[in-house]
């Protein structure tokens, strides 16, 4: 589904501060309707803001730890802009990156 939606280039409405920042970070434009074209990035700003923050805390509501957004980016890697989810994952100050 998500590979769909990227190929067809769906809109995304914007409607919070962190979506204008994702908008600069991808180079996008906004039309009138407030609405940009759906990227990779989008997801992945979506799964590092609700990232577990303890792998093994079965409590949290938060969906996704890291490994899962690994595996994420692997699948997806052919729609992958390096430089945007670099900038993605420095936003979130969840990850520390290692080069």
């Given amino acids: 589904m ?6 067809i280039q769906v809109s995304l409405q914007i409607m919070e501060d962190i979506s204008y920042k994702l908008v600069a970070i991808k180079h996008a434009q906004v039309d009138a309707k407030q609405q940009t ?3 990779l990035v989008d997801f992945i700003s979506v799964m590092v803001n609700n990232k577990r923050v303890d792998h093994f805390d079965d409590e949290s509501n938060i969906l996704f730890d ?4 690994v595996k994420f980016l692997l699948r997806h890697k052919q729609f992958l802009n390096y430089e945007e989810t670099i900038k993605v994952f420095i936003m979130s100050r969840k990850f520390r990156l290692s080069i």
């Avoid at 998500?2 to 190929?7: D, S, V």
């Avoid at 890291?66 to 957004?69: D, L």
Wanted: charged fraction near 25%.
């Fill in 2 to 7: 998500i590979e769909h939606m990227l190929k």
């Fill in 37 to 39: 074209p759906v990227e």
């Fill in 66 to 69: 890291h490994s899962h957004i």
